[in-house]
Nanobody
Framework: QVQVAESGGGLVQAGGSLRLSCAAS????????MGWFRQAPGKEREFVAR????????SYADSVKGRFTISRDNAKNTVYLYMNSLKPEDTAVYYC????????????WGQGTQVTVSS
């Protein structure tokens, strides 16, 4: 079993930056792909970014490409989401998720961290 916990959310002005962290426990992250998702009020949860187990492959939603960067430190069992040039439409609860190798979906989810971008 893997537990993941997000941190680093908060209130920031448009154009600002935040770094979200996702700490995993219960199992090493090294064989897990990791993803970030977000859910804004009244909207469905949407994909933000993904990084494979080795860290060599990343993917992003078009809405965040060029502004957000996902990275991982397997030695620290932590995944990061660097968010730059934040916009009010980035306001959402951000979730971290872990996917076991060979799994067709994300298997473990955190509780989320709120990011609010003021205009």
């Amino acid at each position: 079993q893997v537990q993941v916990a997000e941190s680093g959310g908060g209130l920031v002005q448009a154009g600002g930056s935040l770094r979200l962290s996702c700490a995993a426990s219960g199992r090493t992250l090294s064989n897990l792909a990791m993803g970030w998702f977000r859910q804004a009020p009244g909207k469905e949860r949407e994909f933000v970014a993904r990084i494979n187990w080795g860290g060599g492959m990343t993917s992003y939603a078009d809405s965040v490409k060029g502004r957000f960067t996902i990275s991982r430190d397997n030695a620290k069992n932590t995944v990061y989401l660097y968010m730059n040039s934040l916009k009010p439409e980035d306001t959402a609860v951000y979730y971290c998720a872990a996917q076991r190798m060979g799994s067709g979906s994300y298997d473990y989810w955190g509780q989320g961290t709120q990011v609010t971008v003021s205009s």
